[in-house]
Structures are given as structure tokens and as C-alpha cells.
């Protein structure tokens, strides 16, 4: 047991070592990201800012706790960038005949397809998302718990896990269908604009949905509901951010079974 | 037991028909028009430990899907492949530690980086102890001539650096059995030379099973003792290369170089094929008539100045196979 | 022996010609139908998503700096609607062409290749309005509310702006990408632009609800004239009697855009004629 997760971590971390040398080789990426992704979600956060400061509170939802809700969805977001990023060229992958390759070595298939590419320009999302996010906790003055920092830590890590969950089913579609690339950036803005707003400002029927069929509403909205205390409209027993990484780790397996069956769809249909 | 059994292979696919024009197009949409293609049809084969086989085929054969199958990508509609007993599809894991492939056209070698560092990762994966790595980096040193460019990004590697590169990357964690898929394409004679030498060689040092598919003639030559000729999904010949040759193309070409022109040469078990002024090239049976014969016959009779035994082409040879008819 | 076509055939044959022209269009579109519907999805999340929090923003409020709710719903499903007319290949392109060199062949054919490059973007604009503005148009009509413009004088005046805009946006994306003469690896300078216009363009925060102080030097950069301009005149914010001087401005903006460009582009003309590519 102690081997397999020794051979495990240092294949992963090789590959970790070579994706950063890899990227290093274009800084042009890097530093046109550095600029262009804060503009991005500073544009965001301060179309909330000015709405809030112009009009009233949205929903209800005052600017600091807005920009909570905003923060700790937006962590969640940056690290799926760092991780998972690589579901988005599954249907690449498909057509290039890259799983074959993967698929002669002796090590899971998805195992490989996870620690293949880590994205490091995903730091900057992360990089955002924590300066929002602590901006917003000082605004709130959120008491710096031990309680409060593991549920923090839980949600992030189910966010990230539901997240990059959602990703893998979505674009494993591609196994079957060989299209599944522009599915991501449609996913990544429905996640976007539901993770960064509280749920309460849509309809019932949009908040049902993320609830119980694509559970996106865990990742940030129902944590800060509950954080904030604030009324979520579904209401649920016991805390609710307890539900977060419970649902992130059953939604992950569920991404590998899918994955593994787009594989043997795969190996029995060819590229 | 054979080291490797293929056995009623089969495989189909499910290719859906597009049609022509817009109400094609459209009804494509809701109705797509499905039919089944064999891809191989129902193949059987055994192959020993330490043989080099030769896969030869028409594009569209069956030939990659084959090799595909025997590794584990694909899966089979019905029959077996079994390396060593085990199924590669079913157990892939076990298997495939002791597999190396090389696809000519495309490289497992990462694209901006030092050769060096796929070898690590390869190294990681395929659990290589450092011993047995230094052993491998010497042993594809000797044969490859690896150190030279081993330091150097794959990107700025010639085509013939990059396929010495793949070879060694395929055969790092010691693989009994190596699939080679037109590991000469592209490359210029000298290159050529240096990738069958190498084939050859750890043929010879380390036992290495090796199933080549080509379509240069001249790996089938050097290499091949073995040939197994695929068309339409169906092995039409299987066997040692030089009784196929035999069989095949049975005759050999006798060129004589005369003293003085002549016109109609003529012998009743040759055939004349081809005439220059001074030059006759004969066609003749061997398994009818000797070299030997047929060379005292004609200067008996003509005033030969020179001759040369020609051997048949291979080229003529494969060609032949290809057309015949396949007998399902 | 002489063929004569007469007008009737002639006009018989390039109807057929467009005809086909039609067909191969609309083949294309089947096959790409996934790309173009996930490209429609994520315009209408965006959309949606931005009305529903207006809606939010405007509970209970009947104006704020005097725009109601139903002119805020307007600004913002046009703004979508601008969005999908704008998509602009040259920056694609012109960098393509650079970094590969081919460039250079560019520049001795006889027409000017900047024409060409702007006339491929204007038939693809056009082509957007079918495949992208049109769709977006009716969704919105039937499920949250027709963008009726402030009134029809509003509406021609709002097209004319608009028309400006896509030339500054389109200079805006050329003068970028000429950059690529001097600076080879330009990396992705276009989406940093893209996010300089998307935070001050007023295509997502209307700009009229920054501070004064900004306000002031927002105005004296040519972002805002891209969006805030054209829409504001639409849904009525700035009234035709004053849409005079931003239209002003908006022209002033092109002629001093071209006017680099022209000069730009010579000078690189000269730097690849002398270098060689």
C-alpha cells in the first residue's frame, strides 16, 4: 500500500515538474493572463459594487457579503483551473489519438489524464480569488475560528471536487460523440454566473436544478448562506456546508466511472 | 504455447454513411444511415518469442487495427489475442508493462523539453530501477548512439533523432515484445540503415520479439524473416519471407550482354522480357530450368559476351500478393 | 456562331449561383450546428444572467440616474446583441500571417491587404447578425422582454453609432495586432485589450454609474464610445438632439485611428521590406 502511494506521488509529481517547464517555455501566456484575468474578475466585482452602491442590496445581499459569496466561489473555480483544466481538451485528445498512448502504459488511464497538465496560469485565478476572498472575510469580519477555517478548507476542497466532477462528465462526452471542447467554456460560464451570485436572484426552477440534478449550488452559495446566515429559499437538515465535500466526493467518483466508461466506449470504437 | 496466439480475430465497426446535398444533410441529422465494416475478418496467427514478423498490407488492410488489438487499445468483436496467456485488453495493466510500441508518425517524446526528461518519466512510470536504467541507457548508447542527443529538445531533433529517441523510449523498461508501426518512414537512407541495425540488434542481444509493420521493402529484406501479408481484413500469406518468394515469384531474371547484335533470342523455357541493343534480359523458372543450364544452352547458340543472375523484385513480388483475390 | 445571354438568363444564373452560394452556407452551419449552439448557450447564460441581476439591483427602485428598469433590461440585451455583431478576425489573422512570415507577399499585392482584411470582417459581421444577433433577438423577445428602442429617430441614430463603433473596435484590434511587427511574441494581447474594453466600455457596467471622477477620464479614451455610446442613444439616455457631439467624438476617434494605422503600417511596410520578413 505505502508503494502504490509512493509510485503514485512521484509519477505525478514528474509530471507536475514537467508541465511547469513546459509552460515556462511561453511567458507571453503567462503574462498576458496575469493581466487579462484580475481585469476580467475585477469587472465582475465591481458591476456588483457599484450596483449595490448605486442602488440597494442585491437580493438582500449586502456588498460584503456579496463579495464573499463571490471569493469563496471564485477560490474554487481557480483551483479547478490549476487541476483540472485538461477536461477541456478531452475531445483534443480523442482526435489526436493521445488516450492510445496513455492507454499502453501501465498506470490508470485517469490517473494520467489528472496529473498530465498542471495549469500554473490557473494561480492567477487563485491568486484573485484569495485576495477577494479575505478582502470579503475582513468586510465581514469573520471570526477566524479553528471551526470556521476547516469549514472553509472542506468547501473549497468539495467546490473543487464538484466542480472539476462536472467538467470530466460533461466532456467526456466526447469519447461518444468526438465534440465536447466548446461544452467546457459553455459549463465554465453557467458556473461562473451561478457561483458568483447569490441563487436567490434566479428563478425557483434554476435553483432546483442546481440543487438536486447538477449540484452547483453547494459549491459556494449554500456554504455562504449558511455562514453568513443567511435564508437560502431550500432549506436543508443539519449545517449545510457539511453537504459540500460530501457531494464533491460522491460527484468525483461518479466522474470517474463516467470517464472509465467513455474509455472502454473508446477502446471498442476506436479514433 | 506461443508466445503471442491470435486467435478468429474479428473486428467490426459501425460507420455511418453521410450523404450527398442538403436534404442529405438534413436527414443525416435524424436519420443516419448506419452499416457494419469488418475491419478484420476472422484472422489466426501465432507468433514465437524472439521473432522478427513482418506485417505488410495494403493501406486500409486491417493492419493497424490488428496491431492495435494485439495491444490492448482495442477491443476485439470475437476471437482472442492472448501475449504469454494473458488477454491484453482485459488485463491491460499486466501486460502492458512489458510492451514497447512505436507509432512512425506520432511521438510519446515530450515536444519542448530535453529527451532526457521523458526517459525519467518513463523511468517513474514504468517503476525502471536505477540499475536497470543505466544498463538500458548504455546498452541504447551502443546501439542508438542515445548520448548524442539526449540532452537535446525533441523539438530540434531531425526526424531520424526523433525515431531513435521513440526507439529508445519503447525499449527503456526492457520490453519482451516491441510493436513497431513503419518505424522508417520519412527517413533518409542512413537513418534507415541505423534504425534496422538497431532492430537487428536487440533481436540478437536481448531476445526482443518484434512485429513490424512497413510498407518499406527494404525493412521486409533486411529484417523480416518472417512476413504476414494482410488485405481486406484477411491474412492472405503467412510464412518464412523466402518461401514466400519461392512461391510467388519463383523465377529469376538471366541478363546477357552479347558480342554482336542479334534479333529474336529465343529458349524454349525462357522468356525474353526486355531487349537493348547488346542486352537481353531473360525470364525464367527456376524450378524448370537451372542458371546454369539455360546460360550453356544460349551461348551455344549465341555469341554471349557476359551474363548476371538477377533475383525478383520484392516489390513485383508484394504487388502480385496484393492482387490477388481474397477467398473469404 | 455568337451565344447571347440575355438579362433574363444572366439573372437566372446568379440567382443560382447564390442560391448555391445559400446551400453551402447552411451545409456548413449543420456540420458546425454544436459549436454554433454551445456559442449561443454561453451568450444567453451571460445575458440572462446580468438581467436577472439588474432585475435584483432595480426591486422596488423605479430609476437611478435617470434610466428605469426596462431601459437598464434594454441597455443590457442589446449590449449581448452588439457583442455578437463585433467578432473580429483581423487580430487572428494579421498575427497568423506575421509570426509565419507570410506577410511578406502581402504587401506586394496590389490591393491594399488591410481592405481586404476589413472586408472579410464586415461580411462576417453581417453574417452574425443570421447566425448569432437574430436567435439571441427572439429569446429575449419571448422570454424576458422586447428591446424597443427609445424611439424610431433613437433607432436610426443608434444604428449609425453602432456602425462607428465597429470601426473603432476594428482599428482598435488592427492597431494591436501591428504590434506583432515589432514585438513577435505578443502572446494573447488581444484579451487583454478585450479586457480593457470589457471594464471600460460600458459593455457590462454602465459607465454613468462609475464616480464622477472617473467618469471624467473614462471619457477622454475611446472605450466608451464602443458601447456606452451606441446604446445609451438607443434606449433613450442621451436623446437624438444630443447625440450629436458623441457621434462627433466617436468619428474623431476613426479618423485619428486610421491615421496611425495608415502610418503604422507603412513603417512596417518599410521594417519587413528592409529585414526580410
Known sequence: MLENIKYYTSVALYYFKLSLQKQFEYPAMIISCVFMIPMMYGTGILLLYFMVHNFQPLGGWSFPQLAFLFGIGYLSHGLMMVFSVQNWWIESYVLRGEFDRMLLRPISVFFQFTVTYINFIGLVDVMVGLTIFLYSCKLINFVWSLHNIITIALVIIGGVLIRSSIFTIFCSVAFWTKRSESLFLLLNDMMERTTQYPMTIYPYFVQFILTFIVPIAFISFYPACEILGKDGRIVFPLGISVYTPIIGIVMFILAIMFFNLGLKKYESAGS | MAFLEVENLVKEFIVTKKKEGLRGAVSSLFHPEKFKVRAVDDISFNIEQGEIVGFIGPNGAGKSTTVKMMTGILHPTMGSVKINGISPHKNRKAIVGKLGVVFGQRTQLYWDLRLGETFELLKRIYRIDDKMYKDNIKMLDEVLNITEIIDTPVRQLSLGQRMRGDLAAAMLHSPTMLFLDEPTIGLDIEAKHSIRNFIKQINERCGTTVILTTHDLGDVEQLCKRLIVINHGKIVEDGPLNSIIERMAPHRYLVVELASPHQNLFHPYAEVVKTETLRVWFKFDKSRIAATELISDLSKTYPIRDVSVKEPDIEDMIREIYKKPVIS | ?277
Not at chain 3, 33 to 61: D, M, P, Q
Not at chain 3, 133 to 138: F, G, K
Request: proline content about 4%; overall charge positive; charged content about 15%.
Open chain 3, 1 to 277: 456562331m455568337q451565344v447571347e445571354f440575355n438579362n433574363e438568363a444572366k439573372g437566372y444564373v446568379v440567382m443560382r449561383a447564390y442560391c448555391y452560394l445559400a446551400k453551402m452556407k447552411l451545409l456548413v452551419f449543420l456540420s458546425y450546428r454544436f459549436e454554433v449552439f454551445t456559442s449561443l448557450g454561453t451568450n444567453l447564460i451571460v445575458v440572462l444572467a446580468n438581467i436577472y441581476l439588474w432585475k435584483a439591483a432595480y426591486k422596488g427602485i423605479d430609476s437611478v440616474a435617470g434610466v428605469r428598469e426596462t431601459q437598464m433590461l434594454t441597455y443590457t440585451i442589446m449590449s449581448t446583441l452588439l457583442a455578437s455583431f463585433f467578432s473580429v478576425n483581423i487580430e487572428h489573422e494579421l498575427q497568423e500571417r506575421i509570426t509565419h512570415g507570410d506577410i511578406a507577399i502581402d504587401f506586394f499585392r496590389p490591393i491594399s491587404i488591410l481592405l481586404k482584411y476589413l472586408a472579410e470582417d464586415i461580411g462576417i459581421a453581417i453574417s452574425s447578425v443570421l447566425s448569432k444577433l437574430l436567435p439571441l433577438l427572439v429569446i429575449m423577445t419571448v422570454f424576458v422582454q422586447p428591446p424597443v428602442p427609445d424611439s424610431p429617430m433613437a433607432f436610426v441614430l443608434f444604428l449609425l453609432s453602432a456602425v462607428f463603433s465597429f470601426l473603432i473596435l476594428w482599428l482598435i484590434s488592427a492597431l494591436i495586432s501591428l504590434l506583432c511587427f515589432w514585438v513577435l511574441q505578443l502572446g494573447e494581447m488581444k484579451t487583454v485589450k478585450d479586457g480593457i474594453v470589457l471594464l471600460l466600455s460600458g459593455k457590462i457596467i454602465p459607465l454613468w454609474l462609475f464616480p464622477k471622477k472617473i467618469q471624467r477620464i473614462i471619457e477622454f479614451l475611446p472605450f466608451q464610445y464602443v458601447y456606452q455610446t451606441p446604446l445609451s442613444i438607443y434606449i433613450g439616455k442621451v436623446q437624438p438632439e444630443q447625440a450629436a457631439v458623441p457621434m462627433l467624438i466617436q468619428f474623431v476617434w476613426i479618423f485619428l485611428f486610421t491615421v496611425l494605422l495608415s502610418f503604422g503600417w507603412s513603417r512596417a511596410r518599410k521594417r519587413v521590406l528592409v529585414q526580410g520578413g
